[in-house]
T-cell receptor
């Protein structure tokens, strides 16, 4: 069964601090890995997309890494802000047939406090 | 910035009734998707749609579900005979010219089945 596991389940950090969220996956054949940010009551917003050949990708204060050999990814948030409080979801795209099946993790709930 | 819009924001329906959820994707996007998120659980892929036909669907997307692009702007999800377990947040998303592109999500329709 294709699975995407994220850790930690929840995290509390002080404003201005850095943090790293983890994602392990068993999806195969792998097409790409995405990180989304989901604010409460809103739809997910894309942060990064990486193919198997990419090791790192940045989007402002967000930097995602990918190790396709160990099937691990991380999302590093630098100099956190209160607005970073949200759920961060790792999504692995499985290439299947004529389309892509997306496998979602359960997310890491991040709370940034003053 | 263009947005994916979904209506209604909240739909309450009696079990067994048909419901249609509506989405207006971003105008120049070619790929369309439906996802659902049961309260407290992860986002689940339902279906992807391209060139007026389904390109991929999950095991969840059984015969009670259907999608349609009735005109040049709307993308709808129909649930024919709703069940209690259909209660969830339903998200519509669209991507530009490839399903490998970032997907832009709407803010969802909360479907409550009584």
């Amino acid at each position: 069964k294709n699975q995407v596991e994220q850790s930690p389940q929840s995290l509390i950090i002080l404003e201005g601090k850095n943090c790293t969220l983890q994602c392990n996956y068993t999806v195969s054949p792998f097409s790409n890995l995405r990180w989304y940010k989901q604010d409460t009551g809103r739809g997910p917003v894309s942060l990064t997309i990486m193919t198997f050949s990419e090791n790192t990708k940045s989007n402002g204060r967000y930097t995602a890494t990918l190790d396709a050999d160990t099937k691990q990814s991380s999302l590093h948030i630098t100099a956190s802000q209160l607005s970073d409080s949200a759920s961060y979801i790792c999504v692995v795209s499985l290439l299947r047939g004529s389309g892509y099946a997306l496998n979602f993790g359960k997310g890491t709930s991040l709370l940034v406090t003053p | 910035e263009p947005e994916v819009t979904q209506t209604p924001s909240h739909q309450v329906t009696q079990m067994g009734q048909e419901v249609i959820l509506r989405c207006v994707p971003i105008s120049n996007h070619l790929y369309f998707y439906w996802y659902r998120q049961i309260l407290g659980q992860k986002v689940e892929f339902l279906v992807s749609f391209y060139n007026n036909e389904i390109s991929e669907k999950s095991e969840i997307f059984d015969d009670q579900f259907s999608v349609e692009r009735p005109d040049g702007s709307n993308f709808t999800l129909k649930i024919r005979s709703t069940k209690l377990e259909d209660s969830a947040m339903y998200f519509c998303a669209s991507s530009e010219w490839s399903s490998n592109q970032p997907q832009h999500f709407g803010d969802g329709t909360r479907l409550s089945i009584l």
